[in-house]
């Protein structure tokens, strides 16, 4: 159990980098030198941390749901482990489409 898990933790964190990395060069590269614009890394740490909840636990319920079909349904975990999936995910596309313009360089954020 314990090398399944450190291999899921690897495979989030990878996948947070793979989501994040991109917008992350977007905002770096289309960023101008007024003083007002910087380069946010809480928001960056905000975006990877949500998406590492979000695989992680996505995995989690892939997991359940696979045990499920041999030792019978649990269904309490899954809608717990899916409702985490769904809020954390949600949270991050709110946060990447409230920043979108931040990302592709306009002014004032």
């Known amino acids: 159990m314990g090398i399944i898990l450190r291999r899921t933790n690897e495979l989030a964190a990878l996948g ?3 989501l994040v990395a991109p917008l992350m060069i977007l905002e770096w590269a289309t960023s101008s030198d007024l003083p007002r614009t910087h380069f946010p890394p809480l928001l960056f ?5 949500l998406t ?3 695989i992680r636990t996505a995995l989690a319920v892939l ?7 041999v030792s019978g349904v649990r269904w309490i975990p899954l809608m717990r482990q899916s409702t985490v999936a769904v809020v954390f995910g949600w949270g ?6 409230d920043q979108m313009l ?4 306009a002014g004032g954020c």
């Open 16 to 18: 947070g980098v793979v």
């Open 45 to 49: 740490a905000v975006l990877w941390v």
């Open 52 to 54: 590492f909840v979000v």
């Open 63 to 69: 997991e359940t749901s696979r045990t499920a079909r």
């Open 92 to 97: 991050f596309v709110s946060l990447v489409v």
């Open 102 to 105: 931040c990302f592709l360089g």
